[in-house]
C-alpha cells in the first residue's frame, strides 16, 4: 500500500510540473493562427499521398529520418468512421527539409508507392471546383455586376448550373 501511495504522489508531482509548464487556463482555447502564419507554416509543410492505412506517425519519422526535424504529423482520418484516408502531412522546422523530403517523391513505403508534394496554400473564397458563382437555387441576373465577380470567381458565369428550382410542379 505504501509504494502504490509514493507512486500515485510521483504520478500527481509529474501531472503539476507539467500543469506549470503549459499556458495558463485563460489561454487554453485553441490557437488560432494568422493568415500570414498559416501561409508560413504550409511553406514548411509536406502532403504524402498513398499512404498505408495502418501506418503510424513513427514509422513515417523513420521513413522520413533523413530530412530534418518535424514540428507536427497529421494523419488524416474520415470523421464519420475514423478510419484513415491516406494523406499524412508533416510539418518541418525549416523550408530546407521540404525539399529533401521531396527526393523520396515515388520511393516504397510499407509496400506502396507514395507521393510526396509540396502543401499547397488555401486561400479563402477561391473554389477550384469550377461550381460556378452563385449556388443558391435561382435565376442568375444579367446586370455588370457578375462581371466584377468574375474577377474573383474563377468558375463564375452568367448561366446557373444543375437544376433551377422553378415553383411548384411545372
Known sequence: MEEEAEKLKELQNEVEKQMNMSPPPGNAGPVIMSTEEKM??????????????????????????????????????????????????????????????????????RGRQIKVIPKRTNRPGISTTDRGFPRARYRARTTNDNNSRARFYSGFSNRPRGRIYRGRAR
Open 40 to 109: 508560413e507554416a504550409d511553406a514548411r509543410s509536406i502532403c504524402v499521398g498513398n499512404v498505408d492505412y495502418g501506418a503510424t506517425a513513427e514509422e513515417l519519422e523513420a521513413h522520413f529520418h533523413g530530412c530534418g526535424s518535424v514540428n507536427r504529423v497529421t494523419i488524416l482520418c474520415d470523421k464519420f468512421s475514423g478510419h484513415p484516408k491516406g494523406f499524412v502531412y508533416r510539418e518541418f522546422s525549416d523550408k530546407e527539409s521540404v525539399r529533401t523530403s521531396l527526393a523520396l517523391d515515388e520511393s516504397l513505403f
